[in-house]
C-alpha cells in the first residue's frame, strides 16, 4: 500500500502531532498498546488517524491492518470511524466481535479493515472479577 502520511500530520495542532510521534516511537520500541486519554475535545481521535495514517504508510502491498475501535456506544462509533476511515475507499464496520470469527464479516486480506465494537453488543459485562475460560 503507498499511502503518504504528511498531508494528515499537517493538518493536525503541535500537541496532537507530538502525540502522534510519541506513540509511534513507543510502537517502534516494540510496544505493542498505547492509550491515549485526554480531555473531551482535545483531539484523540485526530490522534488516533495521524497513527492509522502512519500504520498505513508502513503497510507491503500484500499487508493488511485491521484498525479496531472500542467506543461506548454504536452511534459514536459509526461516526468516528468515519473520520479514523482516512483511506475513505474501504468498508467500514460497526459490528459485534462474535461476528468477525464466523466467516459473515467479510475482511480484506491486504490493506486496512475498519472495525469498531461496543461494549454493549460485544462484551459481557456484569459485577463479577471476571472469570478465565
Not at 503518504?4 to 516511537?25: C, E, H, I, N, W
Not at 467506543?71 to 464496520?93: D, H, M, P, Y
Not at 464479516?105 to 469498531?116: S, Y
Amino acid at each position: 500500500m503507498s499511502f503518504d502520511p504528511q498531508p494528515l500530520l499537517a493538518g493536525l495542532k503541535p500537541f496532537q502531532r507530538a502525540t502522534v510521534d510519541y506513540a509511534m516511537s513507543r510502537f517502534d520500541a516494540g510496544v505493542s498498546r498505547f492509550l491515549v486519554a485526554d480531555e473531551v475535545g482535545l483531539g484523540k481521535t485526530r490522534v488516533a488517524q495521524g497513527v492509522v495514517a502512519h500504520v498505513l504508510s508502513r503497510l507491503a502491498p500484500e499487508e493488511r491492518a485491521d484498525i479496531v475501535y472500542v467506543c461506548s456506544n454504536g452511534a459514536i462509533a459509526r461516526q468516528n470511524l468515519r473520520l479514523l476511515n482516512i483511506l475513505q475507499e474501504t468498508e467500514v464496520r460497526a459490528t459485534r466481535l462474535s461476528l468477525l470469527c464466523d466467516g459473515s464479516t467479510k475482511l480484506r486480506t491486504d490493506g486496512a479493515n475498519f472495525i469498531a465494537l461496543t461494549p454493549g453488543t460485544s462484551f459481557r459485562q456484569g459485577r463479577g472479577p471476571g472469570a478465565r475460560s
